[in-house]
């Protein structure tokens, strides 16, 4: 059930690697809300986890940066 608590906000979530992440299940858990999210982990884990699928079913676009990569 959703209480729109999150309609009209916008937030990044960092670290969603797989559907056992905490930030995964706080991603679903704010688009369900109302929130409009942007996804964010490193290139690798992008690569390899399944962050993208995600992004698709949330309708979120997908930002691989990395926090030690001043260019990122």
């Known amino acids: 059930m959703s209480y ?3 309609k009209g906000k916008r937030g990044i ?3 969603a690697l797989n559907d056992m992440s905490i930030a995964w ?3 679903e858990k ?5 929130a409009v999210i942007t996804l964010s982990n490193t290139p690798v884990a992008v690569r390899m986890g399944d962050v ?3 992004g698709e079913k949330l309708n979120a676009e997908v930002i691989p940066a990395d926090a030690t990569n ?3």
Do not use: P, R
């Open 70 to 72: 001043v260019e990122d």
């Open 52 to 54: 993208s699928k995600l």
């Open 13 to 15: 979530i960092f670290g």
């Open 30 to 34: 704010a688009v369900e809300e109302g």
């Open 25 to 27: 299940k706080v991603a």
């Open 4 to 6: 729109n608590l999150l």
